[in-house]
């Protein structure tokens, strides 16, 4: 016996294999309350045109509110005849509310407006969720800057040694774009916030519904402008996934990081116990399995959006079945992501850094020839030679063997390679004299990273 929602024009019910195939009960019951709540919003306006009486509407209301504490205690759920979340509702409220009234609640609804509201409603929810983890990370970040002080690491590009950074400005670094991760959420939210109940099929209602006002009780801004926009359309969803993207990828980017710095070879940061894994052959391992975990659901996350992106491509208005494909990959990314920023959030909160071992590298590799290189432009050298000047002091030291750093090259040798490197120009060969030159806005200095842990706190508090 099938429990289709259609039977008038049709002789057979579906064949197993196409029911097989058409289920979604598996992920988009976690829908189920957002759809009752729907539900109770279109008796309410069916109510309102004159289509369910006080006494009707009052028992529809109780009956779909008996349905849902019974979804919430697992009493009532999905059988294997259900098509999706929509079918298995209404057959729990003619279940409970009987086939004369509850068979008036599909009127003017169709499950493609259903499903594109519920998907809203549910990934605006889920969008507040995220935020809050994502927050949690950057306000572990953030103390972490906080308790480096002026500590120094060698800042890298092309991963070379580059120029010395305080370790706070680098934690900092990975913290404003997990803010604007958050902030993409609150933007993308205020395009969410349009209901797409009252679209019908596709052309709208004929029942004089007010889409208005079930957008109003849903929690949204309004109804959407275009009935077969708000049935066909799937770019909010898109959207989030690519802010859930993103948000994967710039904590990919601190976890490789992670990992690279737990190797002997960097040695800069120890993993708490808490937050590692050991080996179960090898006696002294201690793996940083969070941060992999993030670099590996990234890839996954990542391919959950590429994958929603190439169902929508080409797909000719309005609703297409296809459009039943766009709610697992959001729901995998909802799912990673609620797993992995906890443990993220605990693994940074609870890194030890060895500042002293970072402050040894901070200097090598040559990273002060900037430094001299702008110390000759103070002195009105052009940077043209400025630069050709540094970088013979890098030759001098590496003609020497084993070759020595800036700061150990003598007078004389300085002298010898331009007579505009007088002795002065060792106040910039320090890693602090290095730092507190980066002094504009947005810097290494210390008192301009100082001011950017406030602001950090502030956008923080503010999200
Ligand atoms: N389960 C469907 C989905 O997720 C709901 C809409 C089905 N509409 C239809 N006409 N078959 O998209």
């Not at 997990?178 to 939210?189: G, K, Q, S, T």
Request: proline letters at 5%; one cysteine or more; charged letters at 25%.
């Amino acid at each position: 016996s099938s429990a289709a929602l259609w039977g008038g024009r049709f002789s057979a019910g579906p064949a197993a294999a196409l029911a097989d195939l058409s289920r979604s009960t598996h992920f988009d019951w976690r829908l189920a309350d957002h759809d009752i709540t729907g539900s109770v919003a279109h008796a309410h306006v069916l109510h309102a045109a004159g289509l369910l009486s006080d006494d009707e509407v009052r028992d529809m209301v109780a009956a779909l509110e008996r349905l849902r504490a019974d979804v919430a205690s697992g009493a009532f759920g999905p059988t294997p005849d259900d098509e999706d979340v929509h079918t298995a509702l209404e057959r729990g409220l003619v279940e409970r509310a009987g086939a004369e009234l509850g068979g008036r609640l599909r009127a003017g609804r169709s499950r493609n407006d259903q499903i594109a509201t519920l998907v809203r409603m549910y990934l605006r929810e889920q969008s507040r969720v995220l935020s809050g983890l994502v927050l949690d990370v950057v306000d572990a970040l953030v103390e972490q800057a906080a308790r480096a002080g002026e500590a120094v690491l060698p800042g890298r590009t092309h991963l070379q040694h580059a120029q010395p950074v305080l370790l706070a400005h680098h934690l900092l670094a990975h913290a404003w774009p997990l803010l604007r991760d958050v902030e993409r959420w609150a933007d993308w939210d205020a395009r969410a916030a349009r209901s797409p109940y009252g679209s019908g099929a596709l052309a709208g209602s004929s029942l004089g519904l007010d889409p208005a006002a079930v957008a109003a009780e849903l929690g949204f801004a309004g109804p959407v402008e275009n009935s077969i926009d708000g049935t066909a359309s799937r770019d909010v969803v898109a959207e989030f996934a690519f802010v859930a993207a993103m948000t994967a990828v710039d904590l990919s980017r601190l976890a490789e990081e992670v990992v690279l710095w737990s190797t002997v070879e960097f040695g800069f940061v120890r993993l708490h116990d808490a937050y590692s894994t050991g080996s179960s052959i090898m006696p002294q391992k201690k793996n940083p399995d969070v941060a992999e975990l993030a670099r590996g659901k990234a890839g996954r996350v990542v391919g959950d959006l590429t994958g929603l992106l190439t169902t929508l491509k080409g797909l000719p208005l309005a609703y297409n079945r296809d459009l039943q494909e766009d709610k697992e990959p959001v729901f995998d990314q909802v799912d990673q992501l609620r797993v992995l920023l906890p443990a993220f959030a605990g693994m940074v909160a609870t890194l030890t850094f060895d500042t002293a071992r970072m402050a040894e590298l901070a200097p090598r590799g040559f990273s002060l020839a900037t430094d001299v290189a702008e110390w000759l432009v103070r002195q009105h050298v052009p940077f043209r030679e400025a630069h050709e000047v540094a970088g013979a002091c890098v030759r001098a030291c590496e003609a020497h063997t084993p070759p020595v750093e800036l700061h150990e090259l003598t007078d004389d040798e300085l002298a010898a390679i331009s007579p505009h490197l007088r002795p002065e120009v060792r106040e910039v060969l320090t890693v602090a004299g290095s730092v507190a030159s980066r002094d504009a806005v947005g810097g290494t200095a210390p008192v301009r990273v100082a001011e950017q842990l406030e602001a950090a706190r502030a956008r923080a508090a503010a999200l």
